[in-house]
């Protein structure tokens, strides 16, 4: 079917191209112009098509909608009708069996009747019998006094008997009627029972036919629902296969964490001996600090290292910065090593110190934490209180210590450029 919409389409295209094209070409003969007027015609057409295709498909969706509409009222309604057929069914079961009842009781009645005829024709005979037999005992009465009350009180029976054998006709009449009103009901309800079989007889071939149209479309349901049964099936085979590789990729991601766990716990052990070594490199630094002092101190210089002058004989001759310099902070310039009073020289004077500190830091084989936390420990031991503060990202020097700490830098800077100048 998709192939024969194809190349009808294609047949479309081919025959508006071609008409197009014949139709440009015969006024102007441009063949470029009529080759352009035919594509265009041909995207036209083509567009025309796909509109009204999905026009069709959208009137087949309705249609097909409809259609489902009216194959469930279909079903209501025979459903409704089977049910009304199985009433009429059962109605026509207990009617059947109310007029074998009935028919049951006539018979009854009409043997009770002949009975009863049976009976009134013996009494008729015996009353002839009596009145034979009356006329005899006229003659013979005098033989019959001895028996005539014997007669009379068989006579009270009699007619006793007799009026009760006309009660029980009379009251048998009044059945009778009864029954006969009964019948002539019955026939009524068989006579509109037959009307109605015969509308139901009308009706069934139409039934039948629209039952054959839905069975048909029953089928074709049933096609589709299996198609998209097989569908579903497959949805749920590549549903388990990716659950199957969720499933993997979870259990990888639970060997990753596991290797990433393991990796963490190396981590911890590598910065614990990392610390272990800081610390032992900022033993090895206080020791070399030490040992530079003690040079200084006794002005012995070393022949890989060059000439420390002590900060306590360059101080003592300035009366300027004995002045300025609180005492506190004047030890404290002794204390502090040059590479820690760049430090605070840089933090003073950039924005943004942390590139300067690091390499110092580099320099000195150390982090830059370390020496923070060096110089703060030096005045917290000299001048009691911390310097720098500590935590920050950028460090910064305390407010109330800016003005000390920028006498301290330029005293060491004189002090850095006198021995040149005497040199």
Same mark, same amino acid.
């Given at each position: 079917?998709?192939?024969?919409?194809?190349?009808?389409?294609?047949?479309?295209?081919?025959?508006?191209?071609?008409?197009?094209?014949?139709?440009?070409?015969?006024?102007?003969?441009?063949?470029?112009?009529?080759?352009?007027?035919?594509?265009?015609?041909? /995207?036209?057409?083509?567009? +025309? +098509?796909?509109?009204?295709?999905? $026009?069709?498909?959208? *009137?087949?969706?309705?249609?097909? !909608?409809?259609? $489902?509409?009216?194959?469930?009222?279909?079903?209501?309604?025979?459903?409704?009708?089977?049910?009304?057929?199985?009433?009429?069914?059962?109605? $026509?079961?207990?009617?059947?069996?109310?007029?074998?009842?009935?028919? @049951?009781?006539?018979?009854?009645?009409? @043997?009770?009747?002949?009975?009863?005829?049976?009976?009134?024709?013996?009494?008729?005979?015996?009353?002839?019998?009596? =009145?034979?037999?009356?006329?005899?005992?006229? /003659?013979?009465?005098?033989?019959?006094?001895?028996?005539?009350?014997?007669?009379?009180?068989?006579?009270?029976?009699?007619?006793?008997?007799?009026?009760?054998?006309?009660?029980?006709?009379? !009251?048998? &009449?009044?059945?009778?009627?009864?029954?006969?009103?009964?019948?002539?009901?019955?026939?009524?309800?068989?006579?509109? /029972?037959?009307? @109605?079989?015969?509308?139901?007889?009308?009706?069934?071939?139409?039934?039948?036919?629209?039952?054959?149209?839905?069975?048909?479309?029953?089928?074709?349901?049933?096609?589709?629902?299996?198609?998209?049964?097989?569908?579903?099936?497959?949805?749920?085979?590549?549903?388990?296969?990716?659950?199957?590789?969720?499933?993997?990729?979870?259990?990888? #991601?639970?060997?990753?964490?596991?290797? #990433?766990?393991?990796?963490?716990?190396?981590?911890?052990?590598?910065?614990?001996? $990392?610390?272990?070594?800081?610390?032992?490199?900022?033993?090895?630094?206080?020791?070399? =600090?030490?040992?530079?002092?003690?040079?200084?101190?006794?002005?012995?210089?070393?022949?890989?290292?060059?000439?420390?002058?002590?900060?306590?004989?360059?101080?003592?001759?300035?009366?300027?910065?004995?002045?300025?310099?609180?005492?506190?902070?004047?030890?404290?310039?002794?204390?502090?090593?040059? *590479?820690?009073?760049?430090?605070?020289?840089?933090?003073?004077?950039?924005?943004?110190?942390?590139?300067?500190?690091?390499?110092?830091? =580099?320099?000195?084989?150390?982090?830059?934490?370390?020496?923070?936390?060096?110089?703060?420990?030096?005045?917290?031991?000299?001048?009691?209180?911390?310097?720098?503060?500590?935590?920050?990202?950028?460090?910064? !020097?305390?407010?109330? &210590?800016?003005?000390?700490?920028?006498?301290?830098?330029? !005293?060491?800077?004189?002090?850095?450029?006198?021995?040149?100048?005497?040199?």
């Amino acid at each position: 079917m998709q192939a024969v919409m194809v190349s009808n389409r294609f047949l479309l295209g081919i025959v508006a191209f071609s008409v197009s094209f014949g139709l440009s070409l015969v006024p102007n003969w441009n063949f470029g112009q009529a080759f352009i007027t035919g594509i265009i015609t041909v /995207i036209a057409t083509y567009a +025309a +098509a796909l509109f009204v295709d999905k $026009r069709r498909r959208h *009137h087949e969706m309705l249609v097909l !909608v409809t259609l $489902r509409k009216r194959i469930k009222e279909q079903e209501a309604l025979k459903n409704r009708i089977y049910r009304e057929i199985k009433q009429i069914e059962e109605h $026509r079961n207990l009617l059947y069996a109310e007029t074998q009842k009935l028919q @049951n009781q006539i018979a009854e009645s009409r @043997n009770q009747r002949d009975s009863l005829h049976r009976e009134l024709g013996n009494f008729a005979g015996q009353k002839k019998q009596l =009145e034979t037999e009356n006329n005899n005992l006229k /003659i013979t009465i005098q033989t019959l006094e001895q028996t005539s009350t014997e007669l009379s009180n068989l006579c009270s029976n009699l007619t006793a008997e007799k009026r009760r054998l006309e009660l029980h006709s009379n !009251v048998s &009449h009044a059945e009778i009627a009864q029954l006969q009103t009964q019948l002539n009901e019955l026939r009524q309800d068989k006579q509109e /029972i037959e009307s @109605n079989l015969t509308l139901l007889g009308r009706l069934k071939p139409q039934l039948e036919e629209k039952m054959y149209e839905l069975r048909l479309e029953i089928q074709e349901l049933e096609t589709v629902v299996h198609q998209q049964n097989q569908l579903l099936a497959n949805i749920k085979t590549e549903r388990n296969n990716i659950t199957n590789s969720l499933n993997e990729l979870h259990q990888q #991601i639970v060997d990753k964490q596991s290797a #990433i766990e393991q990796l963490n716990s190396q981590i911890l052990i590598l910065q614990g001996e $990392r610390d272990l070594l800081q610390s032992q490199v900022w033993d090895l630094l206080q020791q070399t =600090e030490t040992l530079d002092l003690e040079h200084i101190h006794t002005n012995i210089p070393t022949e890989d290292e060059p000439e420390l002058f002590p900060f306590a004989d360059l101080i003592a001759p300035s009366e300027d910065t004995s002045e300025d310099l609180p005492e506190e902070w004047t030890n404290l310039l002794e204390k502090l090593p040059g *590479h820690e009073i760049e430090v605070l020289k840089a933090i003073l004077q950039e924005d943004n110190p942390k590139a300067t500190i690091k390499q110092i830091a =580099e320099a000195n084989i150390t982090m830059p934490n370390l020496l923070i936390d060096s110089i703060n420990d030096r005045a917290n031991d000299t001048i009691g209180e911390l310097i720098i503060e500590p935590g920050e990202e950028i460090p910064e !020097v305390y407010q109330e &210590h800016l003005n000390n700490v920028r006498k301290m830098i330029a !005293v060491y800077e004189d002090l850095m450029s006198r021995p040149a100048s005497s040199n």
